[in-house]
Structures are given as structure tokens and as C-alpha cells.
Nanobody, 124 residues
């Protein structure tokens, strides 16, 4: 399986914005979905957002709805997570993940390809 290369993240004040990107090292196919998960210190990894590569259907965790937007650029073979109105509780390591199938999934076990993670820190 190819690698998922993440970029973006960093430190931002509460209320600010950050963008993350994730590029698979190999070309994705139309029946591939990708997602973002995050893990805060001392907590379990949780679902953030997902997108189906072919029909652009999306899913979001309730905690980020209306603030985060997942999208993809087919020409660049890249997905993005735009994070607005960030809160201190959004602080976590964010992971990009990919899985094969139709639709989208919020379940970690449905994803078989994971990035190394990128740190997002939101200061109050």
C-alpha cells in the first residue's frame, strides 16, 4: 500500500484557522474514501471527517460540523481539511487515513492506510 503524506498543522490562537493536506503516494481510485482522525493527549483517537473520492459525499463528527470542511482536488490527488473557528479542545495529532470501498466511514477499522500524523495546537 502507498503512503499518505500529510502537511499543514501548527500553532494557532483560538478562533483562528488552519489547513491540513494529505496526498497518497499512489494514485487513488474512484472507489476510495479518505478521512481525518485526531488523538488528543490522554484520549482515544476519534473520527473528524471523511470524503468519498468519486462522488464527494462527506461525513463529519458533530464536534466539528460547521467549522471544518473536508475536500479533495482530483488533479493534485490531495485531500484537505480546512479548520475554522478553532478551539483549544481541537488540539490533537491529526491523522489522514484511507480505505477502499463505497461511501464514507467514521470507523477506524474501515481504514487500512494511515499517515504519520501532524500536530495541531490551539492556544486559548
Amino acid at each position: 500500500q502507498g503512503q499518505l503524506v500529510e502537511s499543514g498543522g501548527g500553532l494557532v490562537q483560538a478562533g483562528g484557522s488552519l489547513g491540513l493536506s494529505c496526498t497518497p503516494s499512489e494514485r487513488t481510485f474512484s472507489w476510495y474514501y479518505m478521512g481525518w482522525f485526531r488523538q488528543a493527549p490522554g484520549k482515544e483517537r476519534e473520527f473528524v471527517a471523511a470524503i468519498q473520492w468519486s462522488d464527494l459525499s462527506t461525513a463529519y463528527a458533530d464536534s466539528v460540523k460547521g467549522r471544518f470542511t473536508i475536500s479533495r482536488d482530483n488533479a493534485k490527488n490531495t485531500i484537505y481539511l480546512q479548520m475554522n473557528s478553532l478551539k483549544p479542545e481541537d488540539t490533537a495529532v491529526y491523522y489522514c487515513a484511507g480505505g477502499r470501498g463505497m461511501g464514507v466511514s467514521s470507523r477506524q477499522n474501515d481504514y487500512n492506510n494511515w499517515g504519520q500524523g501532524t500536530q495541531v495546537t490551539v492556544s486559548s
